[in-house]
């Protein structure tokens, strides 16, 4: 059935995949290398590909017929994928994506193709080394680099030197996945630990972070004994004796062409140990090196060193986490630092164009603020800058209460935000409670103006009113504004808060409130009324002569009710 459909079908992917049905189901070995050899000029390369593989692999027989065209299809790495996608490479007529899938599919038989060659025999296997060299030293692209040394292993003298050396040059990260060495230099270190040992320690002053921690790494693979000499902080994490790779074996099946064994070999370093070193200043070059190629569980190693890591904090400010979770253990570094750091980190936070780690050194800045006038200065100059920033709120809400009081002027323009913005101010302000007393002056300020406004923000009168009242006397200076919100709003509930306030204030709004009951406006009188029944027994001396006038003269039934109902209590208070 597999051979019928392999020599009629005109589905390319149903005749390659037939082919590897045929590897996995016959045992007619003639029929079916007769029927797999004319493949190997197939014009659709997967096709090609899964008979050279097939043959090879399955019936061990046209070695040699099949590696002039293996070597012709890894040839495909050559082409710049800008070409295959826009230039006259590109089929006419196709659309973006089938043109894109068709460049990733050509491109992945190309690095099978290669991967295949390595694990022949080493007459075979030298024929495709210069083109795997020709890659290494100037791959067509920058898009195009990672991938070439991805099963290149064995004994090829020299070829680990030209890996890193093209690293060096090439783009960060395609060929390094820290903690672990690469899997293609781990192969070949392996098989020349005294060329790792030398590649290694020429990389080790490197001024790239990635290029010096490659270089401990082939190190360590190579002379561990000296990997210790020269990294003496991580002496304690090297693994003397690592685990060797075991070369992948190419197999086929009726799912395809793979390479069976482990990808990735044993770590060298043991990371996980990295938290429990006693870190030394010293060692502080290597640890900042580890942070900066992702090697995360170096943070609470850096935290316990405080202060002494103000030397390394610009580097350590160039490199962010990446994972949310590492975000509050490198906050606590920063912090850590101390006052002594807080240049460092003003210098960071003062450039325009780190907008996401301005909102991670916001929390340690705010913190240091109790301590640094500079970091205080700073952050206050920021904020009134940025009065309705919805995410610094969040940010600093979360901080310690003490410190937050210093931003007050902060949280007040908050009030004027929209209803989130409100919600985490009045969060602030219930935590202060009478603490916030020294904002009464900006608080009053925002309540004049919106008694101003004909259209104020929503609910911003309200919060305000109810801010006042939880500070109690010690806002007797905002009393007059309280009294003008029964003059300017018919909102009932921003005239409940502002009598409720009177009330909390107490004493202090007893004079403003009785000068209220000669208003002209009946809400006034209304509001003052009630107020002073609400304050009870503490106005009665002031306020009863008045309310006892009003209850006598006034037309209005609202207000001749609220002045019934204050003589009422204060009556039942005086008892």
């Known amino acids: 059935m597999a051979i019928e459909r392999i020599r009629t079908d005109t589905d390319t992917e149903i005749r390659w995949r037939a082919v590897y049905l045929l590897a996995g189901t016959t045992d007619k070995a003639e029929e079916a290398v007769d029927t797999l050899r004319p493949l190997l000029a197939d014009p659709d390369p997967q096709v090609r590909f899964a008979a050279c593989a097939t043959l090879i692999i399955k019936f061990k027989t046209h070695q040699a017929e099949a590696v002039p065209v293996l070597l012709e299809l890894a040839a495909f790495l050559r082409v710049p994928s800008d070409d295959f996608k826009y230039g006259k490479l590109a089929p006419f007529g196709r659309w973006a994506f089938a043109i894109e899938r068709e460049f990733g599919r050509q491109r992945e038989v190309a690095r099978d193709a290669v991967s295949l060659l390595l694990t022949l025999e080493p007459e075979q296997r030298a024929k495709v080394l210069p083109l795997i060299l020709e890659l290494a030293t100037k791959p067509p692209s920058e898009s195009d680099y990672p991938g070439t040394f991805w099963y290149v292993n064995g004994p090829h003298p020299g070829l680990l030197a030209v890996q890193a050396s093209a690293y060096v040059k090439g783009p960060t990260g395609h060929l390094v996945r820290p903690p672990s060495l690469p899997s293609s230099m781990d192969w070949l270190a392996t098989e020349h630990p005294d060329e790792a040992a030398e590649v290694g320690a020429k990389l080790l002053d490197h001024k790239q972070p990635r290029v010096r921690w490659l270089g401990l ?199 004027r935000g929209d209803e989130q913005q409100q919600l985490e101010a009045q969060q602030f302000f219930a935590k202060q409670g009478p603490d916030a007393a020294p904002l009464v002056p900006e608080l009053v300020k925002l309540l004049a103006a919106v008694n101003d406004e004909k259209t104020p923000p929503r609910k911003t009168r309200v919060i305000v009113c109810e801010i006042l009242g939880r500070v109690g006397p010690k806002a007797k200076e905002g009393v007059p504004e309280l009294v003008r919100v029964f003059a300017v709003t018919d909102d009932p509930d921003a005239r409940l808060a502002a009598i409720l306030a009177c009330s909390r204030i107490g004493k202090a709004s007893v004079g403003p409130l009785v000068t209220a009951l000669r208003h002209e406006k009946a809400p006034v009188r209304a509001g003052a009324a009630e107020a002073l029944g609400k304050i009870g027994a503490a106005a009665k001396e002031d306020a009863l002569p008045e309310l006892l006038r009003l209850s006598e003269n006034e037309q209005n039934g609202e207000v001749r009710e609220q002045v019934q109902k204050a003589l009422k209590r204060l009556e039942k208070d005086d008892r």
Not at 267 to 283: F, S
Not at 351 to 365: A, F, G, M, S
Not at 374 to 388: C, P, S
């Open 217 to 415: 790494n082939l190190l360590a693979r190579g002379d561990p004994a000296k990997a210790k000499e020269l990294a003496p902080i991580f002496a304690p994490i090297v693994i003397d004796k690592p685990e060797k790779y075991k070369r992948g074996i190419p197999t086929i099946s009726r799912y395809g062409f793979q390479m069976n064994g482990p990808r990735d070999s044993g770590r060298v370093l043991d990371l996980w140990k990295i938290v429990t070193l006693e870190p030394t200043e010293a060692g502080l070059p290597w640890l900042v090196t580890a942070l900066q190629c992702g090697v995360n569980q170096t943070l609470p190693a850096l935290t316990k060193l405080g202060p002494k890591l103000k030397p390394a904090l610009p580097e350590l400010l160039k490199w962010t986490p990446a994972e949310y979770t590492d975000r509050p253990k490198y906050q606590a570094m920063l912090l850590a630092a101390g006052k002594e750091g807080v240049p460092a980190l003003l210098e960071q936070f003062a450039q325009p164009d780190l907008i996401e780690q301005k909102y991670l050194l916001l929390p340690v800045l705010v913190k240091l603020s109790a301590e640094s006038a500079d970091a205080r200065v700073a952050i206050e100059k920021w904020l009134l800058k940025n009065a309705t920033d919805r995410r610094a709120a969040q940010l600093l809400i979360t901080t310690d209460v003490a410190t937050q009081s210093v931003f007050g002027p902060f949280w007040v323009a908050q009030l």
